[in-house]
């Protein structure tokens, strides 16, 4: 069990940067892929970015590449999501996803469906 809370959602306008944390407890020494992702009314949840635990490997959407960047501090086991030049597209509610046991997941990191652990999610809104 891997449990996840994001912070640091809040309302910017378009241009601005914000920060997403997301704290992680349990058995996160096991994780293989930790990830973001958006959803917004009537769409289905979308991957924003990911990396691949055991090579620290990242991976981005092509919507936020360049202006996002995910990083993991260790020692805090937190997840990071830097996003600048933020866009009204991407207003959405954020969730932090992990999973683990799971060397599959670097073939599809972006894919809500390798994923077992969520946040509760924090809302992102970029304003024109």
């Known amino acids: 069990q891997v449990q996840l809370a994001e912070s640091g959602g809040s309302s910017v306008e378009a241009g601005g940067s914000l920060n997403l944390s997301c704290a992680t407890s349990g058995n996160v020494y096991t994780t293989t892929c930790m990830g973001w992702f958006r959803q917004t009314p009537g769409k289905e949840r979308e991957g924003v970015a990911a990396?691949?635990?055991?090579?620290?490997?990242?991976y981005y959407a092509d919507s936020v590449q360049g202006r996002f960047t995910i990083s993991r501090d260790k020692t805090k086991n937190t997840l990071y999501l830097q996003m600048n030049s933020l866009k009204p597209e991407d207003t959405g509610i954020y969730y932090c996803?992990?999973?683990?046991?799971?060397?599959?997941?670097?073939?599809?990191?972006?894919?809500?469906?390798?994923?077992?652990?969520w946040g509760q999610g924090t809302q992102v809104t970029a304003s024109s």
């Open positions: 996803a992990a999973d683990n046991f799971n060397p599959g997941c670097q073939a599809v990191p972006l894919s809500p469906n390798q994923y077992a652990y």
């Open positions: 990396i691949y635990v055991p090579f620290g490997s990242p």
